[in-house]
């Protein structure tokens, strides 16, 4: 399979620890997208790649969020001291242009 | 700020019928996006419009884009109980590196 893949697909965690998730972009794809989705809302824009270079940051992307990717190949998301507000499904998507994003099945993460 | 807005929100429609969605978005975008996402799943695109006056058509679905009136549709055609599922449209914002703008989703129910 050559999409867009995330681990791990589901995150039970307890407030206050830390996590962290991995997106594997479709291969050459230069640009990488975080977006958020809670219950019954679109996703939500986080933070985007171009290559290993962080362009951009929404205002959603507190402190205690930090996302990297080296080399410009896969893409982790961190999240620390976590909330239960930060319970929500985490989307991956790449891109090799200005023109489609291909997205990822989601971690769905759920703070207790 | 970039706004999208869909409506209606959720739709009940009986196989056979037709229906239209509507994606109204605030600002100039050079392109627009419709996704469809099955319960607990990931975002599958469905299509791209690039310029007024684009219309895309796949099977019951065809979107079309009127970028003066900042106006897409999404109409369908004899709805089938496989079209359930939530429908997004979304525009770019070339300010975060093309991240995607979503609105809201229209939650689609075909019933016998």
């Known amino acids: 399979d050559t999409g867009v893949s995330q681990d791990p697909r589901h995150k039970i965690t307890k407030r206050g620890q830390n996590v962290t998730f991995r997106c594997d972009p479709i291969?050459?794809?230069?640009?990488l997208y975080w977006y958020r989705q809670t219950l019954g809302q679109g996703p939500e824009f986080l933070t985007y790649?171009?290559?290993?270079?962080?362009?951009?940051k929404s205002r959603l992307l507190s402190d205690r969020f930090s996302a990297e990717r080296p080399k410009g190949s896969f893409s982790t998301l961190e999240i620390q001291r976590t909330e239960q507000g930060d319970s929500a499904m985490y989307l991956c998507a790449s891109s090799p242009s200005f023109y489609e994003q291909y997205f990822g099945p989601g971690t769905r993460l759920t703070v207790t | 700020e970039l706004k999208v807005e869909q409506n209606p929100l959720f739709l009940s429609m009986q196989e056979g019928k037709n229906y239209t969605i509507y994606c109204n978005y605030s600002?100039?975008?050079?392109?627009l996006y419709w996704y469809r996402q099955d319960p607990g799943k990931s975002l599958e695109s469905l299509f791209v419009l690039l310029s007024n006056g684009a219309v895309k058509q796949e099977g019951r679905l065809m979107a079309s884009l009127d970028t003066k009136a900042r106006l897409s549709t999404l109409h369908i055609t004899a709805a089938v109980h496989d079209l359930s599922a939530t429908y997004f449209c979304a525009v770019t914002n070339s300010n975060s590196g093309y991240a995607l703008n979503f609105g809201k989703g229209t939650s689609l129910l075909v019933t016998p």
């Open positions: 600002t100039t975008s050079d392109r």
């Open positions: 790649f171009q290559n290993e270079a962080q362009l951009e």
């Open positions: 291969s050459e794809h230069n640009r």
